[in-house]
């Protein structure tokens, strides 16, 4: 099955600054990678995502990288704000499960990021 | 648009009893959703896709006679965790993807926190 790594646990910057995260994952099927930002005992939210035959997407402050070769995709926050505060999770799928049906998401293990003020 | 409610929002049960949590698209029709577990600071596990009309598929290591689901409409599905246990208590998340789109994208309803006392 699939491995997401999801690197760093916790990264802290001061306001105004950017902030990168970095995901590899394991399975060469996956093609489909959205990041969300969870707030304390809340959902997580859609931020941006990217789909394999694109290699990079930005919206706004926000940019999403990808490198099907190495296996690797980035989340960028430029200009970063305090209410950036939260837990970002990284998440990798192939769409389609291995009965045919739809695929669910492999989350990496999220990285708390800290907006210094 | 692409709205998911769940509900309960939060749940105390005495151990050896069961649960209901219902995950509801509001306004777009879900053939496939899925349940998530995310225990206090850790990240998502998928638990089971769940497709309408048909058996659920469940993740390894998840036992599919303790989390039964059912898939009976377009717009709702339901977890029922039997004869649950302290070790049961998590945030389960449920998350529903647009089957008039063909996206790829996930819309995640709100949690439901179960305490097992």
């Known amino acids: 099955g699939e491995n997401v790594e999801q690197h760093p646990s916790t990264l802290s910057v001061q306001e105004g600054d950017s902030a990168v995260i970095k995901c590899t994952y394991s399975?060469?099927?996956?093609?489909?990678f959205p990041w969300y930002k969870q707030e304390l005992g809340k959902r997580p939210q859609l931020i941006i995502d990217i789909r394999s035959n694109v290699g990079e997407k930005k919206d706004q402050r926000i940019a999403v990288t990808l490198n099907k070769t190495a296996k690797h995709f980035s989340l960028h926050i430029t200009e970063t704000q305090p209410e950036d505060s939260a837990v970002y999770f990284c998440a990798a799928s192939s769409g389609v499960g291995s009965g045919g049906g739809a695929d669910g998401l492999t989350f990496g293990k999220g990285t708390h990021l800290i907006i210094q003020p | 648009g692409a709205v998911v409610s769940q509900h309960p929002s939060w749940v105390i049960c005495k151990s050896g009893t069961s649960v209901k949590i219902e995950c509801r698209s509001l306004?777009?029709?879900?053939?496939?959703m899925f349940w998530y577990r995310q225990f206090p600071k850790q990240s998502l596990m998928l638990m089971a896709t769940s497709n309408e009309g048909s058996k659920a598929t469940y993740e390894q290591g998840v036992e599919k006679d303790k989390f039964l689901i059912n898939h009976a409409s377009l717009t709702l599905s339901t977890l029922t965790v039997t004869s649950a246990h302290p070790e049961d208590s998590s945030f389960y998340i449920c998350?529903?993807?647009?089957?008039?789109?063909?996206?790829?994208?996930?819309?995640f309803g709100p949690g439901t926190r179960l305490t097992v006392t």
């Open positions: 399975d060469s099927a996956s093609n489909y």
């Open positions: 998350s529903a993807r647009d089957a008039g789109t063909g996206s790829h994208r996930q819309y």
């Open positions: 306004d777009f029709q879900a053939t496939t």
